[in-house]
């Protein structure tokens, strides 16, 4: 990864410049250390600003806040290279059509983005970080590779790993892949695992949701 992707600086007192490769985790460091707050949802999520851009990176709100809380509630505006004419622009968030796990950013490479926050204490940000690592904390218990949440939920109300587990696929193996027994829509990998075994279970979780509650699971992860 190029230098200049990981950059991250303060562009005003509450705006933040940061790289497309720069890592999730060090976003929310510069902002605490700079009593920032807005992106401590990302706390324990892998992965660098321009694929969380890309798929509009959310979870669930802490208890007592309804809804989700994405990228594009923190995002001012994203820098990008436009693959259809080969230019370099900045797009307004206003010009960006954000949706669950998506950011219509095709034909695009995203280089960078401006994140705006709100000035808050350091205890304040460090709670909620906190509250959103105890969200998180089944990750911990799952103790197998794997590449986190296979489908986006149908709705908010309807989760695909509910789906999955009423279909009685919780720990259902094919090969050397398994549906995780902590959450249905996680498959792990036992150790030699192969593409083909996850793609296996990827058309089971999909047929079995589909016979019985005639829902199309949609992917969240890219396959390439």
């Given amino acids: 990864m190029a230098k200049g992707f990981e950059k991250i600086e303060k562009e005003s007192e509450v705006v933040i410049k940061a790289g497309a490769g720069l890592s999730l985790a060090k976003l929310e460091k510069f902002a605490l250390d700079n009593n920032l707050a807005g992106c401590e949802f990302l706390t324990g999520i892998p992965g660098n600003i321009g694929g969380a851009v890309f798929m509009n990176t959310g979870v669930r709100n802490i208890k007592g806040q309804s809804g989700f809380v994405e990228m594009k509630d923190i995002i001012s505006s994203v820098k990008i290279l436009d693959l259809k ?15 669950y796990r998506s950011s219509g950013l095709v034909d695009k490479i995203i280089l960078g983005a401006r994140i705006e926050l709100k000035k808050d204490n350091r205890e304040n940000i460090q709670n909620r970080e906190g509250l959103f690592i105890k969200k998180r904390e089944w990750l911990a218990k799952i103790g197998f590779p794997n590449a986190g949440s296979i489908f986006k939920n149908p709705e908010p109300e309807k989760s695909a790993g509910m789906l999955i587990e009423s279909c009685g696929l919780k720990g259902k193996r094919i090969g050397n892949a398994k549906i995780s027994m902590v959450h249905a829509n996680v498959i792990v990998n036992l150790g030699n695992g192969s593409a083909n075994d996850v793609l296996a279970l990827i058309d089971l979780a999909r047929a079995s949701v589909k016979q019985k509650f005639n829902i199309d699971l949609e992917l969240e992860l890219k396959i390439i």
Avoid at 85 to 99: C, L
Wanted: proline share 0%; net charge negative.
């Fill in 85 to 99: 004419d080969n230019a370099i622009k900045t797009m307004d968030r206003s010009e960006i059509d954000f949706k």
